[in-house]
């Protein structure tokens, strides 16, 4: 039975979390470092210490137990605690410390003015000492690590917001259909509306596109959750697709893409920042106020 908490039963802990976080013990290998047998004996220790099985793991598959999954639960609280008790007491020097997790939706990087980056590079140059990761995520992701604690900020598009988060608009961004030149539409001079929403299309694996869009093309051929996903879709020649416009671009100056259908297809997306609605951590309001920053000078907005 563990009474006291020690270091070694702290590492323990979060070879648990990692395992139960990845689903399977050979899936965790790379987020730990270890190998397969070394973290098999982490967990049979830590089981060992409690006096509880805390999964199941073999032939049959990896799940977690009963105890395991509200070992977890209180693996995490612990975790939290710990982290924001740390930012806080560091802090207390005006030092801006810790780590912040950032999860992206993709392609970003192709904003005019580039406001994300730009408000990195002004939150590097102040007094700081904050370890950033950043992660591609789909909405739903960032939505779903936010509320799990995995994230502290996140970006994207989100068309029904949870009363748990706090969402922020950013920036907007023009999103337009695009067909590539191996399309039969591509060579046709002005095509009808009907032709554009009777072709085969990539549908957005997310809420808000299907909120937005001006059409509702019936034969869906592929989803897609990441816009690069989409761009690959589209650029195959294989269906139609919304683009930001200025992620498009590079393709339509090479002659690999056509914008379709105009304003009067397109529409405008927000891109919103979104977090947690009570946040003590001194280093991410630093960066929220500098991503505001970025947005207000960027020449998109």
Not at 197 to 213: D, M, S, T
Request: charged share 20%.
């Amino acid at each position: 039975m563990l009474t006291n908490l020690s270091d070694i039963d702290l590492k323990l802990l979060r070879v648990f979390v990692a395992v139960a976080e990845a689903q399977g013990v050979s899936a965790a290998q790379e987020t730990l470092l270890m190998n397969q047998s070394t973290i098999s004996t982490h967990l049979a220790s830590l089981e060992t210490r409690l006096g509880f099985r805390l999964c199941q793991r073999g032939r049959s598959g990896f799940r977690l137990t009963p105890k395991g999954e509200r070992m977890l639960i209180a693996c995490r609280s612990l975790f939290n605690a710990a982290r924001d008790f740390t930012r806080v007491s560091q802090s207390l020097n005006g030092l801006l410390t810790g780590d912040l997790q950032i999860g992206l939706v993709d392609n970003l990087v192709s904003l005019p003015g580039n406001p994300f980056s730009q408000a990195i590079k002004h939150f590097q140059r102040r007094h700081q000492d904050v370890q950033l990761q950043c992660r591609i995520c789909s909405p739903n992701e960032i939505e779903q690590g936010l509320l799990h604690r995995q994230l502290d900020l996140g970006i994207g598009y989100f068309g029904q917001q949870l009363e748990a988060l706090r969402y922020q608009p950013w920036l907007e961004e023009t999103q337009a259909i695009y067909c590539s030149a191996d399309h039969p539409l591509f060579a046709v001079e002005e095509p009808e509306r009907e032709q554009i929403e009777n072709a085969r299309w990539v549908k957005r694996g997310y809420l808000l596109a299907q909120q937005l869009c001006p059409i509702a093309p019936p034969h869906l051929a592929a989803v897609a959750h990441h816009m690069e996903s989409v761009a690959h879709l589209v650029l195959s020649g294989s269906c139609l697709g919304y683009l930001p416009t200025h992620y498009a671009a590079r393709w339509v100056e090479q002659g690999l893409l056509r914008q379709l259908g105009g304003a009067a297809l397109s529409y405008r997306a927000t891109l919103s920042l979104v977090s947690r609605p009570v946040q003590p951590d001194e280093a991410l309001n630093a960066l929220l106020e500098d991503l505001a920053r970025a947005a207000r000078q960027s020449p998109h907005r």
